[in-house]
């Protein structure tokens, strides 16, 4: 099977490949259940890497159309009678409405359909019981795994709390802590973080930043007894607070049995591909809450 690659264009080869295939299962040229060209053939014939390959076949497991068996390759799942009906055309990302754009060459519509009946005949009807107020189990234990992997935070399904958005999280915490507290924030700091802590009665106190995060000074005169920081790219300064800066939030919070609220809501954008170590992970006193959007 030979595939010709076009190298002035956008599509990656992977996508070209994988467009390639996806519209000969549809239309019938490979039947279901009938054996996909080994990796290293198609390699071969295109003249790709076997990575490339890999890549197309595994957006067509993602899809549904195929599946691969250890040690034997890749085989068609797909029929038109029992998958979801698919065009041989493939779908494109709308370009009219620029406030509506769906990128389907990345995530095909029949991909999420093929995932969507899978949880359904997994879960049956217990998919229509309403979830615990902090979060279905089987979601809190995905978390914990995700958080043991990328952030070194070890955790139970019992520490996880899940809410809908940062905002809502916030008054969980203060609720948590105590309403009539006294809560540090970097200053400055996103504006609805101190909006809600001080909609649920807490004072707030703006403490004043340089460039490797709260100043020492500011952090010492503080009366407060929990600290709003957000160490890696604070929102609107975009300060990265220096490890040496941590360590201080860590110490000041130790001898002043004090908790801190770590809002990690940008590390998963780390430009360099690794995100700084938390408070939390870092902490030996489990006085830090981790507060993230993923």
Not at 238 to 251: K, V
Request: net charge negative; glycine share 6%.
């Amino acid at each position: 099977m030979h595939l010709r690659i076009k190298q002035n264009t956008n599509t990656p080869a992977y996508m070209q490949i994988y467009a390639a295939l996806r519209r000969k299962i549809v239309c019938g040229a490979f039947p279901h259940g009938s054996r996909l060209p080994s990796k290293r053939e198609l390699a071969h014939d295109c003249g790709v890497s076997i990575v490339t390959v890999e890549h197309a076949y595994q957006v067509l497991c993602d899809e549904g159309l195929c599946e691969t068996r250890p040690r034997s390759g890749f085989y068609v799942r797909y029929t038109p009678e029992s998958s979801f009906p698919l065009s041989e055309q493939i779908p494109e990302a709308a370009t009219t409405d620029t406030t509506n754009t769906y990128h389907l060459d990345a995530l095909p519509f029949s991909a999420v359909a093929s995932h969507l009946r899978k949880v359904l005949l997994d879960q049956g009807e217990q998919i229509l019981q309403k979830s615990p107020n902090n979060g279905c189990i089987e979601l809190r234990k995905a978390i914990c795994r995700y958080l043991a992997r990328s952030r070194s935070i070890e955790v139970t399904p019992e520490q996880i709390v899940i809410g809908s958005g940062a905002e809502y999280l916030y008054g969980i915490c203060i609720q948590m802590l105590g309403r009539d507290k006294i809560i540090a924030l970097e200053n400055p700091s996103y504006p609805k973080i101190q909006a809600v802590y001080e909609a649920n009665g807490a004072i707030c106190d703006p403490l004043k930043m340089d460039s490797e995060g709260i100043r020492p000074d500011a952090l010492e005169r503080t009366q407060a007894h929990i600290l709003h920081v957000t160490p890696f790219n604070s929102f609107p300064s975009h300060i990265t607070a220096s490890g040496e800066r941590r360590r201080l939030y860590l110490n000041w919070a130790k001898e002043r049995d004090a908790v801190i609220i770590e809002d990690d809501y940008d590390s998963e954008f780390s430009l360099t591909g690794t995100a700084p170590e938390t408070l939390f992970a870092r902490s030996i006193e489990e006085n830090v809450v981790y507060l993230t959007d993923t």
